[in-house]
């Protein structure tokens, strides 16, 4: 199944997770909407509304896969990869991805 990484900074540092439930619902202004069970990363995007979404190539596979083991509680998982920031100061992008983008949260949080 197609994975994305979707970033946030969580208690000031960048933490990211995989997520396979990802869908463009706009072109202009372009708008992206992710469904995220109970997750850390959540924190982020619920206290500083903005995230990323990174779409890894199949070289980052098992960096991926890390992501959607491994809880950001516990473990740096910024350190996997060559983080860079945009306009949107929480949203956390990786330079290795070769498509990534940062949103502002809109709509509902469960």
């Known amino acids: 199944m197609p994975m994305v990484l979707v ?4 208690d000031g540092k960048a933490n990211f997770m995989a997520a396979a439930w990802v869908c463009r619902v706009n072109a202009k202004p ?3 909407s992710i469904a995220l069970g109970h997750h850390h990363t959540n924190k982020g995007i619920e206290e500083n509304k903005e995230f990323s979404i990174n779409v890894p190539d ?3 596979v098992e960096k991926t896969d890390y992501c ?3 809880s950001g509680v516990k473990n740096d998982k ?6 860079f920031y ?9 330079a290795e991805c070769p498509v990534s ?5 809109r709509g509902e949080t469960a």
């Open 7 to 10: 970033g946030a900074v969580v």
């Open 68 to 70: 959607g083991l491994v």
């Open 78 to 83: 910024s350190r996997l990869f060559d983080v």
């Open 86 to 94: 945009g306009e949107l100061k929480k949203a956390p992008l990786i």
């Open 101 to 105: 983008n940062a949103e502002t949260l």
């Open 30 to 32: 372009p708008m992206f």
């Open 58 to 60: 199949v070289s980052m």
